[in-house]
């Protein structure tokens, strides 16, 4: 009888094992059937006519907003010794930016990316060449500040024009343009996580100048290709 009674439990466990077995298999395959239904969603959008173009140039002109403030620390660090000062400069063009981005932003509202968009990039540039030579040729600290506060202010927030395209794209299609948000949001981390690496290899191990060069390069391929 106790033999019985002790015996009896087996099979609810072997019952027990196979709901779980179950129900973690519909959960595996759930998971996966979800994970599908989100890249279907983003192959959707960006078959699109030009979606791809515009998103993928636009990864790219807005990749450098990564890497510009770590390869100025690097450049700076590197000809004068001084963290202190590389870290100031950094700090000062990115509240240059802060403070002149939204003064720009309005100013591509009312003129249109194409027409606003050149002239920034450009003046970035500019203004990012000279605070290199600047640097290397030992100029008077003022200089510095001056150039940084000029290339930072103009760096254009391509992040928020991409998204202004897809908002006309994706007119009338809210769950699309949610999903083109979405998406854009996935780029910009991934910029995020390849960007201070790639900047890092530049500046020490090529030459102290060469994240800022690339910053340059890549605004300005992928600029030309956005507009």
């Known amino acids: 009888g106790h033999g019985a009674i002790l015996a009896t439990p087996a099979p609810a466990c072997t019952s027990r094992g196979a709901a779980d077995s179950r129900v973690n298999g519909f959960h595996s395959r759930d998971g996966a059937g979800y994970r599908r239904s989100v890249l279907s969603a983003y192959v959707d959008i960006l078959r699109r006519p030009g979606a791809f173009a515009m998103s993928s140039t636009g990864f790219l002109a807005r990749f450098p907003m990564s890497m510009i403030g770590l390869g100025e620390v690097l450049l700076v660090s590197s000809q004068t010794g001084s963290y202190a000062l590389a870290g100031a400069l950094s700090a000062v063009g990115a509240l240059a930016n802060a403070v002149f981005g939204p003064m720009f932003g309005r100013a591509v509202d009312r003129f249109g990316q194409s027409r606003v968009l050149p002239l920034l990039v450009t003046g970035h540039v500019v203004f990012l060449l000279a605070f290199v030579v600047l640097v290397r040729e030992d100029a008077p600290t003022w200089s510095l500040f001056v150039a940084v506060i000029f290339s930072g202010g103009m760096f254009p927030n391509l992040?928020?024009?991409?998204?202004?395209?897809?908002?006309?794209?994706?007119?009338?299609?809210?769950?699309?343009?949610?999903?083109?948000?979405?998406?854009?949001?996935?780029?910009?981390?991934?910029?995020?996580?390849?960007?201070?690496?790639?900047?890092?290899?530049?500046?020490?191990?090529?030459?102290?100048?060469?994240?800022?060069?690339?910053?340059?390069?890549?605004?300005?391929?992928?600029?030309?290709?956005?507009?």
């Open 159 to 227: 992040g928020a024009m991409t998204r202004a395209r897809w908002a006309f794209m994706l007119a009338g299609d809210p769950p699309a343009l949610r999903t083109a948000f979405a998406l854009e949001s996935v780029l910009d981390e991934v910029i995020y996580v390849l960007g201070p690496p790639l900047a890092t290899v530049l500046a020490v191990s090529v030459v102290d100048w060469g994240a800022l060069a690339a910053v340059g390069v890549l605004l300005v391929v992928g600029t030309v290709l956005f507009v």
